[in-house]
């Protein structure tokens, strides 16, 4: 099982910044991808950022050049630090940890953990 602790949310006005931070504890594998997903009212989750063990990146097409995202492996933590923000960047943000692993069927699969979630709100 992996633990995850998310930290920094909060309410800033348009063209501020934020920084989310999250710890995973447990069964931490040395390879994984640790980042962050938000979920706006009425929309689906969807990826932000996220960012490898191994330092592969991936953004959304509508964060970059605004976030960016990093990682101590020392201390299994992930941030993202969110400049220039919108309104439409409202939202709960949840920090993900996943894996890929091979089943007894040799099918690639992949476990994801999530944390509770954290509330960005941008005002205009």
């Known amino acids: 099982q992996v633990q995850l602790v998310e930290s920094g949310g909060g309410l800033v006005q348009a063209g501020g910044s934020l920084t989310l931070s999250c710890a995973a504890s447990g069964n931490i594998f040395s390879i994984n991808t640790m980042g962050w997903y938000r979920q706006a009212p009425g929309k689906q989750r969807e990826l932000v950022a996220e960012?490898?063990?191994?330092?592969?990146?991936n953004f959304a097409d509508s964060v970059k050049g605004r976030f960016t995202i990093s990682r101590d492996n020392a201390k299994n933590t992930v941030y993202l630090q969110m400049n220039s923000l919108k309104p439409e960047d409202t939202a709960v943000y949840y920090c993900?940890?996943?894996?890929?692993?091979?089943?007894?069927?040799?099918?690639?699969?992949?476990?994801?953990?999530w944390g509770q979630g954290t509330q960005v709100t941008v005002s205009s």
């Open positions: 960012k490898s063990s191994g330092g592969t990146l």
């Open positions: 993900n940890y996943h894996y890929y692993f091979r089943d007894y069927q040799g099918k690639e699969s992949r476990k994801d953990y």
